[in-house]
C-alpha cells in the first residue's frame, strides 16, 4: 500500500486535540530524515527557544518501513536544549514498525500539557492520559506501569523519559522499548519540557502488502544477503563491542579521559569477555533478521542469605566505551551496573560517560572538589560511578545540573576546557584521527554516524584536505538517503544505492527510484538549511586541545591538517545549504 502523501497526526498537549493530515512531498524529501526537517520547517519556530510549547518534537518513518528487513528505525527531531539548535536522533525497537500498522509516516507532538501526560495513538484512536503519578519515577517502574496501562505487547512501541528528562537535562535521551534510545542531543529533555513522560504507539492497523510480482522476491534476495552471507555476522555475533579490542589494537581507543588511546588492561571489558561472561540473550528491532542488540546482566544481592535480583541490560561499544574505558572501569559487570543507573535515569550513557570522565579529570587537578561532586570519583572506581550517575540524572546540586547541560557548560563554569572531550557534544569512541574529529565536531547530529570519518582516518594514507572533505559530503549524502527511508545505517553495506532503487519500485514508487542523487541533495540541504537557521555557526567550532594531544596507531595529530579539514568542511557545509547550490550540478551529478 504505497501512500504518495504523507499521512501526519498532529497532538496539541495544550488540548489533548490530534489532528491527521496528508502533505505532499514523497517525491522530494522521501521520508524519514527528509521528512523530519520538512516537518520542522512547518512546525517548528526558529526564533524560540527549544523549550517553548510552540516546538514541534517529531517523529518519521519512511517509504520502505515495512516493506524490507532492517528499515526499522525512526527519526526524531527537535530543537536541541543541548544547543538550542535543530537536531536529530534514531532510534529502533518497535516504534517504525508501530507507527507504520498506526496508517502513519509521521506524529508531530506540540504544546505543553498541563500536568505530566502520556500520548496513546493507534490507527483509529487518540488519548492524552494524565500520569502526575509517574512523574519522578524511574525509567524500569515507568515501563512497567505503561506497559500494564496500554495493552498491546508485540504491536505496541512505549518510548518514555526518566528523571533526567524531566529535569530538563540536555543530556537525557527518550528510551524505546526498554533497549533502544533517541539518545543524543537531549531529546528526553523535550519531552520532559512538554510534561510528556510516555508515548504509546499502538500498531494496530493492518498493511497490506500490494507490491509488484518483483517484490517477494526482491525481499527474499536481500534478506538472503543480510542473512546468509557474512555480511552482518560482526554485529549479530560478537556486536558493535568487537571494536573495543580492534581499536584498543591501534591505538585508537579513548582511554582515561582521553589521556591514552591504548591500554592492555581494557581485556576485561572487550566484546569478546562481555560475549563469555556477561552475555545473556541477543534480541531485535521489529523487522531485523540481525539482531545485533546483545543483551547482558546486572545481578545484586538484597539479602545476607544469598538471595539475588538480576536486572537485564543493553550493551554496544559506544556504552562500553563511555562507561567502561573512558572512566578506566575495566570489569565488564561493573560497566553493565554503571549502565544500569544510566538507564534508570534516562540518561544518554554516551553522554554521561564522557562529562563524567572530565569531571574526574577536573577533581583530579582541583578545578573542582569533592564539595562539587559529592562522592570521591576515581577513575576505575564504579561504586563512585554509580553514584555520580544518579546525581547526574536527578540534578543533584549545582554542579550536577550544570554538567547535565554538557561538559563545556560546566568547563565553562569551573574551568577545564582544554581537557573536555566534546566534538560537537560528549565525543563517540573512536579516537581514530583528524578526519573522524572534524567530521563529529561539525557533523549535523555530531553522530559518528553522521559519515564515514572514522573509517577513513583508518584507511587514508594522504593527508589532502579537500579529498577528505568531498568523501564527507558524498558519505553524508549516500547516509541522508538511507535514514530517510529508514534503514539502519549497520545495513549500509548492504544497502546500495542501485538495490534501495530496485525496492522503491517493487513496491511502487517509480519516480523517487528514478531521481535518488537529486532526492539525496535535496534531503542533504534541507537538514543544513534547519540546523543553520536555528542559528549553527560551523566555522565557530572549536575543538578542544586534549584532541591535539594523542597519539594513534598512525601518529601524533597533525594541527594544520585538522585545522585545515576544519575550516574548507565549515565552508562546504555554508555551500551546501545555498538555496540553489544543486542548480549548477551536471545531470549526470544528480
Ligand atoms: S542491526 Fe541492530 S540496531 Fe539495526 S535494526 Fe537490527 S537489531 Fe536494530
Given at each position: 500500500m504505497i501512500t504518495d502523501k504523507f499521512r501526519i497526526l498532529t497532538v496539541d498537549l495544550r488540548d489533548g486535540r490530534g489532528n491527521v493530515i496528508t502533505l505532499d512531498g514523497r517525491d522530494t524529501v522521501a521520508g524519514g530524515s527528509g521528512l523530519a526537517a520538512l516537518l520542522f520547517s512547518k512546525y517548528g519556530n526558529a526564533n524560540k527557544p527549544w523549550n517553548d510549547p510552540d516546538q514541534p518534537l517529531i517523529f518519521t518513518i519512511g517509504p520502505l518501513t515495512g516493506y524490507f528487513p532492517l528499515m526499522s528505525k525512526t527519526v526524531c527531531a527537535f530543537k536541541s536544549p543541548y544547543h538550542d539548535q535543530y537536531a536529530e536522533s534514531h532510534g529502533g525497537g518497535r516504534s517504525a514498525f508501530a507507527l507504520r500498522f498506526a496508517g502513519l509516516d509521521a506524529l508531530v507532538v506540540t504544546g505543553k500539557a498541563a500536568r505530566p501526560s502520556c500520548v496513546a495513538v493507534?490507527?483509529?484512536?487518540?488519548?492524552?492520559?494524565?500520569?502526575?503519578?509517574l512523574w519522578g519515577r524511574d525509567l524500569y517502574t515507568t515501563g512497567k506501569m505503561l506497559r500494564g496501562m496500554f495493552k498491546g505487547a508485540g504491536h505496541r512501541s512505549i518510548l518514555r523519559i526518566g528523571p533526567a528528562g524531566e529535569n530538563g537535562s540536555?543530556?537525557?535521551?527518550?528510551?524505546?522499548?526498554?533497549?533502544?534510545?533517541?539518545?543524543?542531543?537531549?531529546?528526553?529533555?523535550?519531552?520532559?519540557?512538554?510534561?510528556?513522560?510516555?508515548?504509546?504507539?499502538?500498531?494496530?492497523?493492518?498493511?497490506?502488502?500490494?507490491?509488484?510480482?518483483?517484490?517477494?522476491?526482491?525481499?527474499?534476495?536481500?534478506?538472503?544477503?543480510?542473512?546468509?552471507?557474512?555480511?552482518?555476522?560482526?554485529?549479530?555475533?560478537?556486536?558493535?563491542?568487537?571494536?573495543?579490542?580492534?581499536?584498543?589494537?591501534?591505538?585508537?581507543?579513548p582511554i582515561r579521559n582521553l589521556q591514552k588511546t591504548i591500554d592492555p588492561g581494557i581485556s576485561g571489558i572487550t566484546g569478546e569477555k562481555f560475549a563469555e561472561l556477561a552475555l545473556l540473550r541477543n534480541a531485535a528491532c521489529a523487522g531485523c533478521p540481525v539482531g545485533c542488540i546483545h543483551i547482558g546482566f546486572v545481578r545484586e544481592r538484597f539479602r545476607k542469605e544469598h538471595r539475588y535480583l538480576y536486572r537485564q541490560v543493553s550493551y554496544d561499544h559506544e556504552p562500553i566505551f563511555a562507561l567502561g574505558s573512558m572512566l578506566s572501569v575495566?570489569?565488564?559487570?561493573?560497566?553493565?551496573?554503571?549502565?544500569?543507573?544510566?538507564?534508570?535515569?534516562?540518561?544518554?550513557?554516551?553522554?554521561a560517560g564522557v562529562s563524567l570522565a572530565w569531571a574526574t579529570e577536573a577533581l583530579e587537578k582541583g578545578i573542582i572538589s569533592e564539595k562539587e561532586t559529592i562522592t570521591r570519583l576515581s577513575f576505575g572506581d564504579s561504586e563512585a560511578y554509580k553514584q555520580a550517575i544518579q546525581f547526574l540524572g536527578e540534578g543533584k546540586n549545582d554542579f550536577y545540573r550544570l554538567l547535565g547541560q554538557g561538559t563545556l557548560k560546566a568547563a565553562e563554569h569551573y574551568g577545564g576546557r582544554d581537557f573536555a572531550c566534546?566534538?560537537?557534544?560528549?565525543?563517540?569512541?573512536?579516537?581514530?584521527?583528524?578526519?573522524?574529529?572534524?567530521?563529529?565536531?561539525?557533523?549535523?547530529?555530531?553522530?559518528h554516524l553522521d559519515s564515514g570519518g572514522y573509517s577513513y582516518d583508518q584507511k587514508e594514507k594522504g593527508k589532502d584536505p579537500e579529498k577528505a572533505v568531498d568523501f564527507l559530503i558524498?558519505?553524508?549524502?549516500?547516509?541522508?538517503?538511507?535514514?530517510?527511508?529508514?534503514?539502519?545505517?549497520?545495513?549500509?553495506?548492504?544497502?546500495?544505492?542501485?538495490?534501495?532503487?530496485d525496492c522503491l519500485k517493487s513496491v511502487g514508487y517509480q519516480t523517487l527510484a528514478d531521481t535518488l542523487g537529486k532526492v539525496s541533495r535535496t534531503i542533504q540541504k534541507l537538514r543544513w538549511q534547519a540546523r543553520l537557521a536555528t542559528g549553527y555557526r560551523p566555522e565557530d567550532v572549536t575543538i578542544p586541545k586534549r584532541f591535539f594531544e594523542i597519539t594513534t596507531g598512525k601518529g601524533p595529530m597533525d594541527a594544520d591538517y585538522l585545522a585545515s579539514l576544519k575550516d574548507k568542511y565549515a565552508q562546504a557545509i555554508r555551500f551546501l545549504a545555498v538555496p540553489d547550490a544543486t542548480e549548477n550540478l551536471s545531470a549526470q551529478d544528480r
Open positions: 493507534g490507527s483509529r484512536h487518540l488519548e492524552v492520559k494524565e500520569v502526575h503519578y540536555a543530556i537525557a535521551g527518550i528510551n524505546v522499548d526498554s533497549y533502544r534510545h533517541f539518545g543524543r542531543l537531549g531529546g528526553g529533555a523535550v519531552m520532559g519540557s512538554k510534561n510528556l513522560k510516555g508515548i504509546v504507539i499502538h500498531g494496530d492497523g493492518n498493511f497490506p502488502l500490494d507490491g509488484s510480482k518483483e517484490y517477494p522476491k526482491l525481499f527474499q534476495d536481500v534478506y538472503a544477503k543480510l542473512t546468509d552471507t557474512d555480511m552482518m555476522s560482526k554485529y549479530h555475533d560478537i556486536g558493535t563491542p568487537i571494536n573495543m579490542a580492534a581499536l584498543n589494537e591501534v591505538k585508537m581507543l575495566v570489569n565488564c559487570f561493573a560497566v553493565l551496573a554503571i549502565i544500569d543507573v544510566a538507564e534508570k535515569m534516562g540518561l544518554d550513557v554516551m553522554s566534546v566534538l560537537g557534544q560528549e565525543m563517540a569512541g573512536y579516537a581514530t584521527g583528524e578526519v573522524f574529529f572534524v567530521s563529529e565536531a561539525l557533523g549535523l547530529r555530531h553522530s558524498k558519505d553524508e549524502q549516500g547516509r541522508v538517503l538511507l535514514t530517510s527511508m529508514v534503514a539502519c545505517l549497520f545495513a549500509r553495506g548492504v544497502y546500495t544505492d542501485a538495490l534501495l532503487a
